[in-house]
Structure formats: C-alpha cells, structure tokens
C-alpha cells in the first residue's frame, strides 16, 4: 500500500527567509505523480506544485520548488524569500495512475502547519 | 472560471439526525472526490466518482453514508443517522482525468452535538 509521510507537523520561518517542508513516501510503482497543496486558514485548498517521477529534473514555481529524490523516495519543497500569505498547512499528496482502469489513486500525507513570521 | 462549488458552508446538526452535502464540480471535469479531513489532518477520500460511476468507496462507510452524482455532474453526500464523531470538514475536488491536479471546493464543516 502507498503511504505518505510528513515527519514536520509544525514549522516556522521568518520573512523572507527560506524554509523547506520534508515528504516521504512509499510504493513499488515507477509511474506516478506528487504534489504539494496548500491550505491557508478557513480557505480552500490549492495546488502548489506537481512532479512527474519520470522527470528527472525538479519542478519550480517562482518561489517554490521541489527536492525530488526518486530512489530515497523524498520529495521536499523549498519556500524561498517567505512571505507572511504562505502560512498554511501544506499538504504532500501521491498520485498513482491505473495503467488498466483509466483511474488513479490519490493519498495525501497529514501536513505541515507553517508559520511565517513578520 | 468557476470552482467547486459546495453548499452549506457550514452545518450544525443534532446527532441521529440526517445531514445532506452538494457540490457541484468545474465544467468539464469528469472526475469528482468527496474527502473528510478532522482538524488538523490531511484529507482522507471517502469516494470517488468517474463521471455517474463510483470507482472507489471503499472508505465510505455504507451503513450511514451514502453518495450520488446523477448524470455525471452534481454530486450529493448524505449521512443518515449523524453521529458525534461525524463532526469534521467534508471536502468535495474535481479534476480531469489524466491531468492529476485536483480542485477543491471550500468545503462544509459539519458539526454533530
């Protein structure tokens, strides 16, 4: 079965700084997908960023990017140059294609609450 | 564009009580997830819906949970009777197959007392 693993359940960091969000996960799958949601407070949940195991090279959104280490099966995000709009829980999700019924799994870790502080 | 829309935003309820949840997902979007997510936790997908099929329930627990999606595109989530331990965010997200990223909607906590 597909697990995943925030080890950090809080974290703070401080304006502008740079922090970084660990996520472990495990499967016997070679084709898959990860990503990281982010939740602010009493607001909706949305995409961060999304990795393709197949790719080698790490994705990055602006600020955001991601540690993909395929082999150790850890997939960190790094926030750069915080901002106070980043606190949230942040959320690791694993995404498992079925080759055989079009559909997919998806498994979310139990997240990070990060704190950015003025 | 519009996202996930989910009604009520909140709910408060007396336990044994039933309690119904819509969402109505992205245009488009053939494929619908409810989740529940305690505080605090990250989401845990009670179903999710291919178009009207219900291809995974296997987390939802049938004898007081229930769920439809008529015709592939609104989708209901009932709980008949509530128990305190319902208490929680329901989460609805749509997403189009094959692209992976989800949508969520604002999601409906409920309240059992």
């Known amino acids: 079965a597909q697990t995943v693993t925030q080890s950090q359940p809080e974290m703070s960091v401080q304006e502008a700084e740079t922090v970084t969000l660990s996520c472990t996960y495990d499967?016997?799958?070679?084709?898959?997908?990860l990503f990281w949601y982010k939740q602010p407070p009493s607001r909706q949940m949305i995409l961060v960023i999304r990795q393709e195991a197949y790719k080698q090279q790490n994705a990055t959104e602006n600020r955001f990017s991601v540690n993909f280490q395929k082999a150790a099966k850890s997939f960190s995000l790094k926030i750069s140059d915080s901002q106070l709009g980043d606190t949230a829980m942040y959320f690791c999700a694993f995404m498992k294609p079925s080759s055989t019924s079009g559909t997919y799994k998806y498994i979310f870790g139990t997240g990070t609450r990060l704190k950015v502080l003025a | 564009e519009a996202g996930v829309v989910q009604s009520p935003r909140y709910k408060i309820i007396e336990k044994k009580q039933p309690v119904a949840f819509w969402c109505n997902p992205i245009?488009?979007?053939?494929?619908l997830y409810w989740y529940l997510q305690n505080l605090g936790q990250g989401p845990e997908l009670l179903i999710r819906y291919e178009n009207e099929e219900a291809v995974d329930d296997s987390q939802l627990p049938k004898d007081r949970f229930s769920a439809e999606r008529l015709k592939g595109v609104d989708s209901t989530l009932k709980i008949q009777p509530a128990e305190l331990g319902d208490s929680a965010v329901y989460l609805c997200?749509?997403?189009?197959?094959?692209?992976?990223?989800?949508?969520f909607g604002p999601g409906t906590r409920l309240t059992v007392l």
């Open positions: 997200a749509s997403s189009f197959a094959g692209l992976g990223e989800q949508f």
């Open positions: 245009s488009g979007h053939n494929t």
């Open positions: 499967t016997s799958e070679s084709n898959y997908y």
